[in-house]
Structures are given as structure tokens and as C-alpha cells.
């Protein structure tokens, strides 16, 4: 007896191959009907005999592509059409998407060795691409996902390549980014005046060549720009670091394979694999010391990968050195993805330029992910990550824009049970990151088609995005709603686990600074989370930042800020290393800045404590980028060092003198104090959790980037019977906010008819 259904999946499903998949799986069935995309997802009327119909849900589990993601799959017998073929049909467009694009994908193995196959057609070009590899996200202009809507619209195929995609039995069946050298893009090199110096391979050869004497080259890779330079020179190192103006932030190093990588860093196979994922992120991990130290002064790791592309593939095949692989931009400046821009921007940096003429629709700077003992730690989520959506266990009834903190800008949209959160945006500290902020919002909204009903920021009053949410709530006429930044942290990592609180959770949120309900800078918060709800149970106990957003550059002045509190004027006649640092008129005029509080705001940050700790200790005197005084602080940690400080909890406060005392009074080396001084915060922790006695713990906060230090919480935690919760998607820096302040927008109406009370932001 004949049958029909029909079948309707939505997810990550186009972009993965699978329309070619389901129509091998059909075709071999001798199944009849039409396979499409539409802007639902993937849908599929299919006829034949009740057995093949039957035989073909049954294998179906086992056709569906590696990379997709399925979020909801329905099948409905239908009535018959009685289709005389089996044919993959182009896409409708749609309204609303309920399809999510995927993230760009990094070159594939099978891709891999036809590149490397002087028989295959696409020897050593490096555009090769197939159904399970290439751009992705980057390259679409619009949706569904078709070629046509791709920037592969400017390239028409050649009969070989149609061939290709046309024939159900072949790999790149309906591969939307396939190209060969005969019609698809292709390379160029050019000298820093634009001029061309040559094209295709030979571009390759001679970009290899100017980069083994030392050159700068700017790449235009998969997702954006890349500045090259070779990383065992320390010249080429140094001359870009000038040009950059780049002081002493660290440089990712890209390694031609794994032999090359295990020469000079410490990786084992979860890294390995990581690391040759399709999403092949940055990974943090301990350096052996052999290259140049300038790449990351002071620091103990280096941020590694390998080469995603077939274009980085080709061209570090051809050098035997490690290079720097760092964003293409200006300080300050968004990551740059154009021809033009970076012809005008880069001249100044770059020597050379490798070009090619497939567009990148929008730019992603490469995701960065750090190891830690136990796992790994999101830093960055961008190349690879975006946009696969978190996928929530309830539905928004509105669409939601949550457009995060300052630094480390990411945004969020909540769309039904989806929440997709933006690639790095960069701290919007200038008019280009502004802008650029406002442009890739206005290209998700386009591109997703849909329309903001709520917008969710944070409080800072002071922050561009909450003056942003502001005028866009007002422009539209749409509520406006703010959530504390700390409460966001942790509201970000319950998103990432799908847990709605309905139990109360601590929340640990250790930081930099976040804009605390009484109006003071918070950051070493233990929040009590309850439904929509918090509460500060406990707090680290304030100090003042003499001078205001100074002291976060300058730490000597949080350091001394914490002297003055415990010591107050005596500190001047101490002989410690950072006061050599002042002279007594400086002293003197900071001593009464503290006196007064004149632009001294009030914080209670950990983040700031751990930088005059640094300061004190004589590790690092002044945040050149976000981090520096703290991962050095880091890198000194020893897991065999058991001690710590003593500290004191009362009247919900935590304490440091008693820590800082003992952190001055021991005799020990600098390991041994940074490590005691870490253990000790570890301890705090446990011992605040003992007392509220909640068994679910939240660690979250841009200081559980701290590797050991989430080691050892983790572990202490665990020991006395905590579950604990650890951010593993979704970064716990200020990247995560976004997605925290989305979350509270799900919660809010989640608990609107349980719950009286309503907090006042
Ligand atoms: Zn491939
Ligand atoms: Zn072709
Ligand atoms: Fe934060």
C-alpha cells in the first residue's frame, strides 16, 4: 500500500548537508517526493510502500550530518501526491526564521586530502569546501540558506562543479560553498601600496617568502583580517607589537600541525581535539618556553591554534616556523573583513596583503577558549560558536535584544526558545566599536527577521549600551528593563545549564567592577538567586579606587588604597617595592584622596583586589590590557603550595586585612604568596557557602577565568558535597552578560504569575 508523509525538522539543519542526505537515504529507498529548505527548516513530503516509509524512519536517526543540531522534529502522514520523482526543490523564503545558520566551519579532513592530492581538481586550492566544511555564518547574505543567498552568488559554477552538486552520490551534492579554480575565487598579493605581485598559488610561495625574512602580512582569512608575522623572531615580533601599539598583550600563535604545536606547548588529545574541531578556536595552554618571551610577558601559556582554512593550510605547509596570528584591526577599532578598509587601514602595519575576492559578509574574531585542569574555560565566543544558539528549556512569548555590558560587548536575541548571542563586539570604549556595535545588531535583526518587542541592558547609567537600549526602547516605544550586572553573570551561566531557579542557588560572581544596586562599584558578590529574584548576601568588604577608572590601569593605586585602610598615613614609611614606585607628593595627594573619597569611588571587587595583590607583590604594576596584573599573579600559582591567609567573615562582609597581613609578614618567593593568596580566596568561598548552606553554587564572574583558582574552588567545593555550576559555553567574563540579561527577560514572565515581589530595577 502506498503512503506519504510529512516530514518538518528545525535546528542547526541547513548548511550541514542535510537535504543531500535525505534524499541518498530516499533515493535508495525508492522514495518519491520533494525536499526543501524553507525558513522553518528542512521539510520533506516523501512517497512510497508503508515498508519504505517505514524502513526509512528507521534509518533516518543515522543519516542526520554530524554538525546538525536538531531541535524539534515532527512527522505527519500526509495525502498522496503522487510525485513521479524524488527531487531537492528551492528554498521558499520566509518571515520568521526558525532555522538557525551555522557557525563557519573549519576545513574538513576529506577536503584536507584532496588538497593535498595532485590528481584531484582541487590540488592546492585554497577555497576547497565541501557539505561538511567552509563559511558558514560569515558569507550569507541572507535566508534560507542557498547558494543564491550566499556570497557564492558572484560566482557562477562550472559544468564540473554542477556536476558535483547536482548528483546526489556525490560529497558536495548541494554544497552551497563549492568552488574549483576555474570558477571560483581566487588569491592575490600585494605590496603595502595595493600594488599586485601576483595571483593564485604563486601568491601563496611568495607570501611564505616574505613572511620567512620577517615581514608583517595582512591575510584575509575565513571570518576576517589576521596580521602574520613569523613567531620565533623577535624582531618581526616587536616591530609589530610598535606598530600595533600593542604594549604587552599576548599574541596567538598559529602551528603549521600537531607535531609542530607539541614541540613548543604542553597539549593532550581533549586539546588536540579541540583544537581540530570544525570550530578550531584559540586555545590557552601552557607554553614550553621556546619562543620569544615578548608574545606573552610575563604570562606562563599561549594562546595556540591551527590552521582552519585550507588557505592557512597551504601556506604553512610551506614555512617551517610558528607564526603570530593576531586580529586584524587598529587598537581600538573593530576586527576589519574589507579589501578596501584593510588596504587603507593596515598600510601603516602590514608590508604585504593576501587577498581574495570571496566577500565575508560579517566579521567574527576567532573564539578563544583557556584549559584549566578540569576542562576548559570560554573566553571568546565568536568564529565556530556564533550563531548556535543556546537552546532554552521555555519559550519567550516576545522577542528580546539584551545588549550587555562595555567590555567584551557581546548582545543577545531571544527568540522562542532560542538565545543567540553575537560574535565579540569589543569594548565600546570608541565611536568605530559604537558603530559598529548598532550595525551588526541592525544585520541580525535583517537577518533573522524579526522585530524587537523588549530591551534589557545593564544599570550602569554610564555604559554606552544602556544609554544605546535606551534611546532604541525609546525610538521604537518598547519597555526598557535593566538588570545588575552580577545578577546577569550568574543569570548568564543558568541560562547555559537550562536552569530555572526555582530552588535558590548562591551565586559566587567574583569581577572587575558591575554597577551594584546601592550605586557603588560591586564585584565580590555572593548572591542568593530565587525565581526572579536576588539578594546580596554576602560581600567583599569595600575599598576606594583613588581616582576612579585611573586605578584600574594603575593598580598601585588599589594597593595602596588597601594600605591606607589598614594602616592608613603609617604606610608611607613602609619599605615595600610598588612605594618606591611614588614619590611623596603623589603619596601625599592620594593619601587625601582616600581621606575625602574626591573621585575615589567605593567598590567591593574582587577582580580589584586580586590587582593590588599583584601591585603589592611587586608581579605587575598596571593593567596595559584587561587581565595583565592578575594572569600574571596566575602564572606564578603552584598546585603543590597547600597554605593560605587567614580572613575573617562578619556581619556578612568578608574581611581582607587579616589576608593582607599575612600576605606581608610571610618571608616565602612570590610563588608561594601568589599561590597562598589564591588559595585563600578559594577558601572564602567554602566557607561563605558553608555558612548560607545552599547546595547549588554558581562560579561566575570575569575572575573565574582564573584557571587554578576555579580548579581549586571547584574542587574544595565538590569535596564538602556543593554541586557546583562551571561556564563552559557561554564565557563568564563580560562576553556572557548579554546573555544573562536575556535570560532575566525568560524569567520575568516565567514567574510573573507566581511571584509578588518584583525587585525594583
Ligand atoms: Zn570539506
Ligand atoms: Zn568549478
Ligand atoms: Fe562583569
Given at each position: 500500500?502506498k503512503k506519504?508523509?510529512?516530514l518538518?525538522?528545525?535546528?542547526?539543519?541547513?548548511?550541514?548537508?542535510?537535504r543531500?542526505?535525505l534524499?541518498?537515504?530516499?533515493?535508495?529507498?525508492?522514495?518519491?517526493?520533494?525536499?526543501?529548505?524553507?525558513?522553518?527548516?528542512?521539510?520533506?513530503?516523501?512517497?512510497?510502500?508503508?515498508?519504505?516509509i517505514?524502513?526509512?524512519l528507521?534509518?533516518l536517526p543515522?543519516?542526520?550530518?554530524?554538525?546538525a543540531?536538531?531541535?524539534a522534529?515532527e512527522?505527519?502522514?500526509?495525502?498522496?501526491?503522487?510525485?513521479r520523482?524524488?527531487?531537492?526543490?528551492?528554498?521558499?523564503?520566509?518571515?520568521?526564521?526558525n532555522?538557525?545558520?551555522l557557525?563557519?566551519?573549519?576545513?574538513?579532513?576529506?577536503?584536507?586530502?584532496?588538497?593535498?592530492?595532485?590528481t584531484n581538481?582541487?590540488?592546492?586550492?585554497?577555497?576547497?569546501?565541501?557539505?561538511?566544511?567552509?563559511?558558514?555564518?560569515?558569507?550569507?547574505?541572507?535566508?534560507?540558506?542557498?547558494?543564491?543567498?550566499?556570497v557564492m552568488?558572484?560566482?557562477?559554477?562550472?559544468?564540473?562543479?554542477?556536476?558535483?552538486?547536482?548528483?546526489?552520490?556525490?560529497?558536495?551534492?548541494?554544497?552551497?560553498?563549492?568552488?574549483c579554480?576555474?570558477?571560483?575565487?581566487t588569491?592575490?598579493?600585494?605590496d603595502?601600496?595595493?600594488?599586485?605581485?601576483?595571483?593564485?598559488?604563486?601568491?601563496?610561495?611568495?607570501?611564505?617568502?616574505?613572511?620567512?625574512?620577517?615581514?608583517?602580512?595582512?591575510?584575509?582569512?575565513?571570518?576576517?583580517?589576521?596580521?602574520?608575522v613569523?613567531?620565533?623572531?623577535?624582531?618581526?615580533?616587536?616591530?609589530?607589537k610598535?606598530?600595533?601599539?600593542?604594549?604587552?598583550?599576548?599574541?596567538?600563535?598559529?602551528?603549521?600541525?600537531?607535531?609542530?604545536?607539541?614541540?613548543?606547548?604542553?597539549?593532550?588529545?581533549?586539546?588536540?581535539?579541540?583544537?581540530r574541531?570544525?570550530k578550531?578556536?584559540?586555545?590557552?595552554v601552557?607554553?614550553?618556553?621556546?619562543?620569544?618571551?615578548?608574545?606573552?610577558e610575563?604570562?606562563?601559556?599561549?594562546?595556540?591554534?591551527?590552521?582552519?582554512?585550507?588557505?592557512?593550510?597551504?601556506l604553512?605547509?610551506?614555512?617551517?616556523f610558528?607564526?603570530?596570528?593576531?586580529?586584524?584591526?587598529?587598537?581600538?577599532e573593530?576586527?576589519?573583513?574589507?579589501?578596501?578598509?584593510?588596504?587603507?587601514?593596515?598600510?601603516g602595519?602590514?608590508?604585504?596583503?593576501l587577498?581574495?575576492?570571496?566577500?565575508?559578509?560579517?566579521?567574527?574574531?576567532d573564539?578563544?577558549i583557556?584549559?584549566?585542569?578540569?576542562g576548559?574555560i570560554?573566553?571568546?565566543?565568536?568564529?565556530?560558536y556564533?550563531?548556535?544558539?543556546?537552546?532554552?528549556?521555555?519559550?519567550?512569548?516576545?522577542?528580546?535584544?539584551?545588549v550587555?555590558?562595555q567590555e567584551?560587548?557581546?548582545?543577545?536575541?531571544?527568540i522562542?526558545?532560542?538565545?543567540?548571542?553575537?560574535?565579540?563586539?569589543?569594548?565600546l570604549?570608541?565611536?568605530?566599536t559604537?558603530?559598529?556595535?548598532?550595525r551588526?545588531?541592525?544585520?541580525?535583526?535583517q537577518?533573522?527577521g524579526?522585530?524587537?518587542?523588549l530591551?534589557?541592558?545593564?544599570l550602569?547609567?554610564?555604559?554606552?549600551t544602556?544609554?544605546?537600549?535606551?534611546?532604541?526602547?525609546?525610538?521604537?516605544?518598547?519597555?526598557?528593563?535593566?538588570?545588575?550586572?552580577?545578577?546577569?553573570?550568574?543569570l548568564?551561566?543558568?541560562?547555559e545549564?537550562g536552569i530555572i531557579?526555582?530552588?535558590?542557588?548562591?551565586?559566587?560572581a567574583w569581577?572587575?567592577?558591575?554597577?551594584?544596586?546601592?550605586?557603588?562599584l560591586w564585584?565580590?558578590?555572593?548572591l542568593?538567586?530565587?525565581?526572579?529574584?536576588?539578594?546580596?548576601?554576602?560581600?567583599?568588604?569595600?575599598?576606594?579606587?583613588?581616582?576612579?577608572?585611573?586605578?584600574?590601569?594603575?593598580t598601585k593605586?588599589?594597593?595602596l588604597?588597601?594600605?591606607?585602610?589598614?594602616?592608613?598615613?603609617?604606610?608611607?614609611?613602609?619599605?615595600?617595592?610598588?612605594?618606591?614606585?611614588l614619590?611623596?607628593?603623589?603619596?601625599?595627594?592620594?593619601?587625601?584622596m582616600?581621606?575625602?573619597?574626591?573621585?575615589s569611588?567605593?567598590?567591593s571587587?574582587?577582580?580589584?583586589l586580586?590587582?593590588?595583590?599583584?601591585?603589592?607583590?611587586?608581579?605587575?604594576?598596571?593593567?596595559?590590557?584587561?587581565?595583565?596584573?592578575a594572569?600574571?599573579?596566575?602564572?606564578?600559582?603552584?598546585?603543590?603550595?597547600?597554605?593560605?591567609?587567614?580572613?575573617?567573615?562578619?556581619d556578612?562582609?568578608?574581611?581582607?586585612?587579616p589576608?593582607?597581613?599575612?600576605?606581608?609578614?610571610?618571608?616565602g618567593?612570590l610563588?608561594?604568596r601568589?599561590?597562598?593568596?589564591?588559595?585563600?580566596?578559594?577558601?572564602?568561598?567554602?566557607a561563605?557557602?558553608?555558612?548560607?548552606?545552599?547546595?547549588d553554587i554558581?562560579?561566575?564572574?570575569?575572575?573565574?577565568?582564573?584557571?587554578?583558582?576555579v580548579?581549586?574552588?571547584?574542587?574544595?567545593?565538590?569535596?564538602d558535597?556543593?554541586?557546583?555550576?562551571?561556564?563552559?559555553?557561554?564565557?563568564?567574563?563580560?562576553g556572557?552578560?548579554?546573555?544573562?540579561?536575556?535570560?532575566?527577560?525568560?524569567l520575568?514572565?516565567?514567574?510573573?504569575?507566581t511571584?509578588?515581589?518584583?525587585?525594583?530595577?
Amino acid at each position: 500500500m502506498k503512503k506519504a508523509i510529512n516530514l518538518r525538522i528545525s535546528g542547526l539543519v541547513q548548511g550541514v548537508g542535510f537535504r543531500p542526505s535525505l534524499y541518498r537515504l530516499a533515493s535508495s529507498l525508492h522514495l518519491k517526493g520533494r525536499i526543501s529548505n524553507t525558513s522553518e527548516g528542512v521539510i520533506a513530503v516523501l512517497e512510497g510502500s508503508s515498508r519504505e516509509i517505514e524502513e526509512f524512519l528507521k534509518c533516518l536517526p543515522k543519516v542526520i550530518p554530524p554538525q546538525a543540531k536538531i531541535h524539534a522534529m515532527e512527522i505527519e502522514e500526509c495525502s498522496l501526491q503522487n510525485f513521479r520523482d524524488l527531487k531537492i526543490e528551492k528554498s521558499e523564503g520566509g518571515e520568521k526564521l526558525n532555522v538557525d545558520p551555522l557557525p563557519d566551519l573549519a576545513i574538513c579532513r576529506d577536503c584536507e586530502r584532496e588538497l593535498f592530492d595532485p590528481t584531484n581538481r582541487r590540488f592546492l586550492y585554497p577555497f576547497i569546501a565541501c557539505t561538511s566544511c567552509g563559511p558558514r555564518f560569515s558569507y550569507i547574505l541572507k535566508l534560507p540558506y542557498e547558494r543564491e543567498s550566499t556570497v557564492m552568488k558572484y560566482f557562477s559554477l562550472c559544468p564540473d562543479c554542477e556536476k558535483e552538486y547536482n548528483s546526489p552520490e556525490d560529497r558536495r551534492f548541494h554544497a552551497e560553498p563549492i568552488a574549483c579554480p576555474r570558477c571560483g575565487p581566487t588569491l592575490s598579493f600585494l605590496d603595502h601600496l595595493g600594488r599586485v605581485l601576483s595571483e593564485r598559488y604563486k601568491a601563496i610561495l611568495d607570501c611564505a617568502q616574505a613572511l620567512q625574512k620577517g615581514a608583517i602580512v595582512a591575510l584575509k582569512g575565513l571570518t576576517g583580517f589576521h596580521l602574520l608575522v613569523r613567531a620565533d623572531n623577535l624582531d618581526s615580533i616587536v616591530r609589530l607589537k610598535e606598530k600595533k601599539g600593542r604594549k604587552r598583550k599576548p599574541f596567538a600563535v598559529m602551528f603549521k600541525d600537531e607535531s609542530q604545536l607539541r614541540e613548543y606547548v604542553e597539549v593532550n588529545e581533549e586539546d588536540l581535539l579541540l583544537l581540530r574541531s570544525e570550530k578550531a578556536p584559540i586555545l590557552i595552554v601552557r607554553s614550553k618556553g621556546k619562543l620569544p618571551e615578548v608574545l606573552a610577558e610575563g604570562l606562563n601559556c599561549l594562546g595556540v591554534f591551527l590552521p582552519y582554512t585550507p588557505l592557512h593550510r597551504l601556506l604553512l605547509d610551506k614555512i617551517d616556523f610558528p607564526v603570530v596570528a593576531t586580529s586584524g584591526n587598529i587598537a581600538g577599532e573593530p576586527l576589519i573583513f574589507e579589501d578596501n578598509e584593510a588596504l587603507s587601514k593596515l598600510s601603516g602595519i602590514a608590508d604585504f596583503f593576501l587577498l581574495h575576492n570571496r566577500p565575508i559578509v560579517r566579521p567574527l574574531d576567532d573564539s578563544v577558549i583557556k584549559k584549566r585542569k578540569y576542562g576548559h574555560i570560554p573566553i571568546r565566543r565568536s568564529r565556530g560558536y556564533v550563531p548556535s544558539p543556546i537552546v532554552l528549556k521555555k519559550t519567550s512569548g516576545k522577542c528580546v535584544l539584551a545588549v550587555g555590558a562595555q567590555e567584551r560587548t557581546t548582545f543577545s536575541l531571544l527568540i522562542d526558545n532560542r538565545l543567540i548571542i553575537s560574535q565579540h563586539l569589543g569594548d565600546l570604549d570608541t565611536f568605530e566599536t559604537q558603530r559598529n556595535f548598532e550595525r551588526i545588531i541592525k544585520d541580525y535583526l535583517q537577518l533573522y527577521g524579526v522585530a524587537v518587542e523588549l530591551i534589557v541592558s545593564d544599570l550602569h547609567p554610564d555604559y554606552f549600551t544602556t544609554k544605546w537600549a535606551k534611546g532604541y526602547a525609546h525610538k521604537l516605544g518598547i519597555p526598557h528593563i535593566q538588570v545588575q550586572h552580577h545578577y546577569a553573570h550568574v543569570l548568564a551561566l543558568l541560562a547555559e545549564k537550562g536552569i530555572i531557579p526555582e530552588r535558590p542557588i548562591l551565586g559566587i560572581a567574583w569581577d572587575g567592577t558591575g554597577f551594584g544596586l546601592d550605586g557603588t562599584l560591586w564585584g565580590g558578590e555572593f548572591l542568593l538567586i530565587k525565581g526572579r529574584n536576588f539578594e546580596r548576601l554576602y560581600s567583599l568588604r569595600p575599598f576606594r579606587l583613588l581616582g576612579g577608572e585611573r586605578a584600574i590601569k594603575d593598580t598601585k593605586r588599589v594597593a595602596l588604597s588597601i594600605l591606607f585602610e589598614i594602616f592608613s598615613e603609617e604606610i608611607k614609611h613602609f619599605d615595600l617595592p610598588f612605594l618606591r614606585k611614588l614619590s611623596d607628593k603623589e603619596l601625599n595627594i592620594l593619601f587625601h584622596m582616600w581621606k575625602s573619597g574626591l573621585n575615589s569611588p567605593i567598590t567591593s571587587s574582587i577582580g580589584r583586589l586580586i590587582d593590588a595583590v599583584s601591585a603589592l607583590l611587586g608581579i605587575s604594576y598596571e593593567n596595559s590590557y584587561s587581565g595583565e596584573s592578575a594572569m600574571k599573579l596566575e602564572a606564578l600559582y603552584d598546585e603543590k603550595e597547600l597554605g593560605s591567609y587567614p580572613f575573617e567573615i562578619k556581619d556578612h562582609t568578608i574581611n581582607w586585612t587579616p589576608t593582607i597581613l599575612g600576605l606581608l609578614e610571610d618571608r616565602g618567593d612570590l610563588k608561594r604568596r601568589a599561590s597562598r593568596f589564591l588559595n585563600t580566596l578559594s577558601e572564602i568561598a567554602l566557607a561563605v557557602a558553608q555558612r548560607v548552606g545552599i547546595t547549588d553554587i554558581a562560579l561566575t564572574g570575569g575572575v573565574m577565568m582564573n584557571a587554578p583558582l576555579v580548579d581549586r574552588m571547584e574542587e574544595s567545593l565538590k569535596r564538602d558535597g556543593f554541586q557546583v555550576l562551571i561556564h563552559r559555553e557561554i564565557p563568564p567574563n563580560d562576553g556572557g552578560i548579554s546573555a544573562g540579561q536575556a535570560y532575566f527577560a525568560l524569567l520575568m514572565d516565567e514567574f510573573a504569575r507566581t511571584d509578588i515581589y518584583s525587585p525594583s530595577f
